[in-house]
């Protein structure tokens, strides 16, 4: 499967889709921040650069300070296909990204999405 269009989509792009599909279900927009934060590493200046930069899914995720180490915890099916299972690292991460703001919409509490 030939993901590189993903990868070259500005992260911009999509972020108002994130907080369009939270807000839809009475979430926030802090919720989907603290989500990209507790992922990436990133904090609220830098996740502004990138959107400002207009910087696509493959640097955002290169560029990340940090994965958190919890993402192996991230389990289960998004877009008809099982996260702990897919093969490519960087299709990997954005799809833990999918996966997370999907349970923040289907109303899941911060905390178990956040797997702390």
Not at 10 to 31: L, M, N, W
Not at 40 to 58: P, R
Not at 64 to 70: G, I, Y
Not at 101 to 115: C, P, T
Request: proline share 3%.
């Amino acid at each position: 499967m030939d993901n590189s269009r993903v990868y070259k989509m500005a992260f911009a792009s999509v972020y108002p889709h994130y907080i369009q599909k939270a807000e839809r279900k009475g979430r926030t927009k802090d919720e989907v921040d603290t989500i990209i934060f507790w992922l990436t590493g990133y904090d609220l200046q830098s996740l502004q650069q990138l959107l400002d930069n207009k910087t696509d899914f493959e640097t955002f995720f290169a560029q990340a300070p940090l994965l958190n180490p919890n993402v192996s915890k991230i389990t289960g099916v998004i877009c008809g296909y099982r996260v702990e299972t897919i093969e490519d690292p960087l299709m990997q991460k954005v799809r833990y990204l999918d996966k997370l703001i999907d349970e923040l919409a289907k109303g899941k509490a911060m905390e178990k999405i956040l797997r702390n």
